[in-house]
């Protein structure tokens, strides 16, 4: 990989960090909630089957979409003109928890359980949702080609599995994926 290169995964990987702060802390946050408010309010969709399940609360959206931004703010402060907008970290993290809402939908018509897995929808769908929904505003990224995008979604990937894991063994999660 060439300077060029690593440079531009860099600074990628750094824009980004509002859209995995979001899709993060969700899990971390509703913990601390007696009872979490399912987005759904428990209502099924014409297929009889929950819209998005008990995992997608309101505390997690409001919880995601308040850490995202609130990072991306500081990330703005430390790294002067990476975002064209205070508004841009925002826009990361409500795509990235757009993203995982979509998710869940569609995993509630596939008949896949609440934590069950979707493979590559679970690890990157939040963060393509992310940049479509960020880059629809205010247009994509100098470093977005696609070998950087490829090496971004990787990482992204490796890295949703990793933290995983790890949530599981800290008794975050149920299940290691």
Known sequence: M????LEALMGALIYVIPAYVANGAPVVLVRAVQRPRPIDLGRTFLDGRRVLGDGKTFEGLIGGLLSGTLTGVLVHLLVPGLYRSLFEPFSL???????????????????ISQGGPLPVVDQIG?????????WSLYGPKEWSDAATLF???????????GTNAGAYVLGLKSRWY
């Open 2 to 5: 060439g300077g060029l290169q």
């Open 93 to 111: 993290s409500a795509g990235a928890m757009l993203g995982d809402v979509i998710g869940s939908f569609a995993k509630r018509r596939l008949g």
């Open 126 to 134: 939040f963060l393509a949702v992310a940049l479509l929904l960020a």
């Open 151 to 161: 090496l971004l979604f990787s990482i992204t990937a490796a890295l949703h599995l």
